[in-house]
């Protein structure tokens, strides 16, 4: 699992966090995390959740094949990420996040949120409904969009997308940088 620990230790780095810091914010000694880092020792799921939420970055990112090779990503061929804290799906159609734009199909069933609270990362966020009627929170304004509408934000508002519509709803979301 050496790589998984080269990609925490790249995430951690990106961020400017020492190591110390996360070992605090994910409950593990600094030992524990440098030898993760290090591809020593492999960390369990819950510590692996614990280290990714220190980090502010979805588990899934660390399994993530960064090195696609084409940069076509088919309709059939999507990875599809399902974070625990959210019941949205995501199919990512970015071939890599190593780029500097990321892009995803959310599938919200009626009545889904994408979090319980609203969420924030950096950059910029771009929304276009595919389908469903949408309710997009950003900061203290609400906006209802429906298929063919888009909004642009700042991510770094909190921000959330809420089916409001009586059918599944799929929203085409790009982010700048990757999150």
Avoid: W
């Avoid at 990106?14 to 600094?30: C, D, F, I, Q, W």
């Avoid at 993760?36 to 692996?48: D, Q």
């Avoid at 076509?72 to 599809?80: D, L």
Wanted: include cysteine.
């Amino acid at each position: 699992m050496r790589d998984l620990g080269i990609k925490i230790r790249e995430v951690r780095t990106r961020k400017g966090l020492k190591l110390s810091e996360v070992a605090e914010r994910a409950g593990v000694t600094s030992s524990y995390l440098s030898q993760v880092e290090h591809g020593t020792v492999t960390p369990s799921i819950p510590a692996l959740q614990a280290l990714s939420a220190a980090l502010d970055t979805p588990a899934f990112y660390f399994f993530m094949d960064e090195d696609p090779g084409e940069p076509v990503v088919r309709a059939g061929e999507r990875r599809v990420l399902m974070l625990p804290s959210s019941p949205a799906s995501y199919e990512l159609c970015s071939p890599t996040l190593k780029r500097n734009l990321e892009i995803l199909v959310c599938k919200l069933s009626s009545g889904a949120a994408t979090h319980g609270e609203p969420f924030t990362h950096r950059g910029e966020e771009a929304a276009f409904v595919l389908c469903g009627r949408v309710e997009v929170t950003v900061g203290d304004r609400c906006f209802i969009l429906g298929p063919g509408d888009c909004l642009q934000f700042e991510s770094s508002v909190p921000h959330r997308y809420t089916n409001v519509g009586d059918h599944a709803a799929e929203i085409l979301i790009t982010m700048s940088p990757p999150l």
